[in-house]
T-cell receptor, first 115, second 115 residues
């Protein structure tokens, strides 16, 4: 079984500042993928960034980057130069690359960017 | 289509009635997933289709829930004799394949309210 824990239910950040969202996970699989999804009030889940566990290099997508610590089973998301449009619920998720077909989600962190 | 389409966007029903929720995945996506998101919670896996078959129904909460997929495309999630605890947003997602390497694309969800 896989589990994902997001210990920060709510966070806020000033516009243009940097914020880091935490995520820890547990899995018995050796190869897996980790994701951060964003869910704005429109309800649409939008992929923010993806990390393959066998790659040591941290993934980056423009203002979004991750700090992947495989031994610690930690996968935090850093948002630089925060924008008002970044206000959303952020979910961390894991899926095994093998036989498991479920994407397991954490409980989410509500991020509010303040003007 | 360009994205995953779900209907209805919102549904209000009375306790004890049956409801059908529809998902139209991205053309060519063979894998289709249903998730449930209760208020302020993360996503709970319900069922997964590969083509028209459902190899994993482990998340369906009771025998009042069923789902089918026809023609390897459209899927319908049916909830019989709805209960108030069924109130939630039901999200559908599709992907090119079922391995963990494939990214899920989500629809905007169907919000179900059972009075």
């Amino acid at each position: 079984a896989q589990t994902v824990t997001q210990s920060q239910p709510e966070m806020s950040v000033q516009e243009a500042e940097t914020v880091t969202l935490s995520c820890t996970y547990d899995t018995s699989e050796s190869n897996y993928y980790l994701f951060w999804y964003k869910q704005p009030p429109s309800r649409q889940m939008i992929l923010v960034i993806r990390q393959e566990a066998y790659k040591q290099q941290n993934a980056t997508e423009n203002r979004f980057s991750v700090n992947f610590q495989k031994a610690a089973k930690s996968f935090s998301l850093k948002i630089s130069d925060s924008q008002l449009g970044d206000t959303a619920m952020y979910f961390c998720a894991i899926i095994s690359s093998g036989s498991a077909r479920q994407l397991t989600f954490g409980s989410g962190t509500q991020l509010t960017v303040l003007p | 289509g360009a994205g995953v389409s779900q209907s209805p966007s919102n549904k209000v029903t009375e306790k004890g009635k049956d409801v059908e929720l529809r998902c139209d995945p991205i053309s060519g996506h063979t894998a289709l997933y249903w998730y449930r998101q209760s208020l302020g919670q993360g996503l709970e896996f319900l069922i997964y289709f590969q083509g028209n078959s459902a190899p994993d129904k482990s998340g369906l909460p009771s025998d009042r829930f069923s789902a089918e997929r026809t023609g390897g495309s459209v899927s319908t999630l049916t909830i019989q004799r709805t209960q108030q605890e069924d109130s939630a947003v039901y999200l559908c997602a599709s992907s090119l394949g079922s391995s963990g390497a494939n990214v899920l694309t989500f629809g905007a969800g169907s919000r179900l309210t059972v009075l």
